[in-house]
T-cell receptor, first 116, second 113 residues
Framework: NAGVMQNPRHLVRRRGQEARLRCSPM?????VYWYRQLPEEGLKFMVY????????ESGMPKERFSAEFPKEGPSILRIQQVVRGDSAAYFC??????????????FGSGTQLSVL | SQQGEEDPQALSIQEGENATMNCSYK?????LQWYRQNSGRGLVHLIL?????REKHSGRLRVTLDTSKKSSSLLITASRAADTASYFC?????????????FGPGTRLSVLP
């Protein structure tokens, strides 16, 4: 049973380009969370999605950032016109249900985005 | 400010010693979880404690929760070099049930051989 798969592992972009980060949740998981982590800091919540629905995007910047989790295929976090401040590690986590007692998050290994 | 905040920010101990990390939070919670992150990797779930529990054990881990003080502690006994990692607490706010977890900035633990 494969865990949460994120790719690419490392992504280098020049300012103004687009970055697409992909996340395949664990088998049977229909809830996906995206977090961002700056060096030596904790994880900052960005967006929570179920299949075909955005449930909570309160942590995601209104401009340039978007996320989707289609019926088929991985969840995508898309950053348009990247700037140097977007450089960070982006982690995806999944869970089988809406989080409640005894539920925990399963994390991928992250995508390290570097903007030159 | 953050819902969960760990202290100390960094902790360095000798192998075999115990390591204690603390977490404080601000709002009422349903549960509190501790995660571990090795350098360059994703987080791995360690232990969950519910708001109606005061203490929980899992192997060499012991977690306490004091809801009156809005704080939790993680104790790792008989530490090993392999315990070197960052440790994060995460809270599931009572009024935000299941929407997302809020993570603290973490404690970086170094266990020296």
């Amino acid at each position: 049973n494969a865990g949460v798969m994120q790719n690419p592992r490392h992504l280098v972009r020049r300012r103004g380009q687009e970055a697409r980060l992909r996340c395949s949740p664990m088998k049977g998981h229909s809830h996906v969370y995206w977090y961002r982590q700056l060096p030596e800091e904790g994880l900052k919540f960005m967006v929570y999605l179920q299949k075909e629905n955005i449930i909570d995007e309160s942590g995601m910047p209104k401009e340039r950032f978007s996320a989707e989790f289609p019926k088929e295929g991985p969840s995508i976090l898309r950053i348009q016109q990247v700037v140097r401040g977007d450089s960070a590690a982006y982690f995806c986590a999944s869970s089988p249900f809406r989080l409640r007692d005894e539920e925990k998050l399963f994390f991928g290994s992250g995508t390290q985005l570097s903007v030159l | 400010s953050q819902q969960g905040e760990e202290d100390p920010q960094a902790l360095s101990i000798q192998e075999g010693e115990n390591a204690t990390m603390n977490c404080s939070y601000k709002t009422s919670i349903n549960n509190l979880q501790w995660y571990r992150q090795n350098s360059g990797r994703g987080l791995v779930h360690l232990i969950l404690i519910r708001s109606n529990e005061r203490e929980k054990h899992s192997g060499r881990l012991r977690v306490t929760l004091d809801t009156s003080k809005k704080s939790s502690s993680l104790l790792i006994t008989a530490s090993r070099a392999a315990d070197t990692a960052s440790y994060f607490c995460a809270t599931d706010a009572k009024d935000n049930y299941g929407q997302n977890f809020v993570f603290g900035p973490g404690t970086r633990l170094s266990v020296l051989p």
